[in-house]
């Protein structure tokens, strides 16, 4: 067996560890101030300009989440994140697989549209959206932002499930048929225990990409009390003034959830998009 090359290793172990860790520490230095400082908003009391939050309060966390709504904003945005993730998944599913197991004749050319679609901006997408939930008399209704947040999602969807399931052997679902199953039993049985991880990967980015919109929610939602928390931090926000300390913690409010959620979730969500981008 020839021997490994050891140019590159030996070339490695050369460079001065201070020139990986310095730009390394430089960089984790500029990501990470922005957060202490909107901690630092969040902790401290009203007027104070320390810089380190002492003596601690919560009084901008209880300001912003009874006197200015956000209680109401966030189960809205949970239910808005939540429906997103499940109408996505299932009907990315569906469309998934079809495009991965059966060929037809515009096969090509819708691959070519799904693909063109992510160029579009979603602001090109409001006038045609509203025209349709008017008609639909959906307007102000949550429901207008999961639809409109679903349709935004699943070009994407699609085409990450479709390499998700590629990357299962058809053999898989042969050996089902032969044992009896039809193909939506096989599918069920074999095929979907499998995609796990890319559901996971393609739900939580739908879920993520609905708890951050601004655009959906501003334009179809004018009931103050069905808004969601991107537009909830916008109220904190005044031509005159703004309360830094109440928009920090809701800013962190909003931020939470999606962090906890990542937290839980990355090792699938890692595993979900690396076997998406390996064409089977």
Known sequence: MPARPRGRNRAWDEVPRWHVYLPLSVYLLFTLVPFYWILLFALRPAGSTSLVPWPVTFEHFGKVWTDRGFGTYFANSVYVGLATLVLTTVVA???????????????????LALLCSQFVPGALL??????????LSMIN???????????????????????????VPYSLEEAAWVDG???FTAFRIVVLPLLRPGLIAVGSFAFVHAWNHFLF????????????????????MSADSVDLGALAAGGIIAAVPVVVVFAFIQKWLITGFSAGAVKG
Not at 93 to 111: E, I, N, S
Not at 228 to 235: E, Q, Y
């Open 217 to 236: 929610a501003l334009m179809f939602l004018s009931d103050q009390g069905k808004q969601t928390i991107p537009v909830g931090l916008n109220t904190l």
């Open 141 to 167: 209704s949550l429901g207008s932002v999961v639809i409109a947040e679903t349709v935004f999602q699943l070009p994407l969807s699609m085409i990450l499930i479709s390499g998700f399931i590629r990357n």
């Open 126 to 135: 409001l006038v045609p959206l509203f025209q349709i939930f008017a008609k």
């Open 181 to 183: 199953c039809n193909r």
């Open 93 to 111: 599913l569906a469309g998934g697989y079809a495009l991965a197991r059966f060929d037809f004749r515009v096969k090509r050319g819708f691959m």
